[in-house]
């Protein structure tokens, strides 16, 4: 099977065309939430976030049942009460480093094929979660609707997982466990990248 000719791989050329943009920073764009719409373009919106959320979908899909609905269905149930942190001012130090971090860290388990006990994985997800989670919550204007904004987010966070888990599905295939690898890669080499910005 040529890898030209194989439908897997439109999905995965437009989720690497998602990764290149270097402009990320997304969590820094205060003053942008103006409802649902808002809501859902705040994590399309970096890249920083976008490889974090495909990431998952992919180390959950390479990582099989139950992970690859485990894993995507943590991270935005706990991003929903980092958001809720964030909407009411409670202090969270540290969440630059901690959202670049998360691809370098889920990069890295896609790359290497980690595979940590179930509860761990769900553990590391939930983290940076959070994370993401206060990051979108810190930045609601006074006066607009939280809820609408959280709902935004939350739902272009699951899409962004299932993005992940449908390139991921190449992994059932041994060509598609390298291309999948490689993309472990590509996030990896986007969050130190991130890491990099956040501490300089």
């Known amino acids: 099977m040529k890898?030209?000719?194989s439908p897997s791989v439109a999905p995965l050329l437009a989720a690497f065309a998602a990764l290149v943009p270097v402009q990320a920073e997304a969590h820094i764009l205060k003053?942008?939430?103006v409802g649902f719409v808002s809501g859902f373009l705040h994590p399309i919106s970096g890249a920083d976030?976008?490889?974090?959320?495909?990431?998952v979908g992919l180390w959950g899909a390479q990582l099989g049942q139950p992970a690859i609905w485990l894993l995507p269905v943590?991270?935005?149930l706990i991003m929903a009460v980092g958001g809720f942190l964030g909407l009411v001012g409670f202090p969270l130090p540290g969440s630059e480093i901690a959202i670049a971090l998360s691809g370098v860290c889920l990069g890295a388990a896609v790359l290497l094929e980690l595979r940590?006990?179930?509860w761990v994985a769900a553990a590391l997800v939930g983290m940076f979660g959070l994370f993401h989670g206060y990051a979108?919550?810190?930045?609601?204007?006074?006066?607009?609707?939280?809820?609408l904004y959280s709902l935004g987010f939350v739902m272009a966070t699951g899409?962004?997982?299932?993005?992940?888990?449908?390139?991921?599905?190449v992994h059932r295939w041994p060509w598609g466990r390298i291309v999948l690898r490689g993309a472990g890669g590509v996030v990896l080499s986007g969050?130190?990248?991130f890491l990099w910005s956040a501490l300089t």
């Not at 976030?49 to 990431?55: T, W």
């Open 3 to 5: 890898l030209s000719r």
């Open 31 to 33: 003053g942008e939430a």
């Open 49 to 55: 976030h976008v490889i974090a959320m495909v990431a």
């Open 74 to 76: 943590t991270f935005p």
């Open 116 to 118: 940590p006990p179930l």
């Open 136 to 147: 979108h919550g810190s930045e609601l204007p006074p006066g607009q609707n939280a809820l």
């Open 159 to 169: 899409l962004l997982h299932a993005t992940g888990i449908a390139i991921g599905t």
């Open 191 to 193: 969050g130190l990248m």
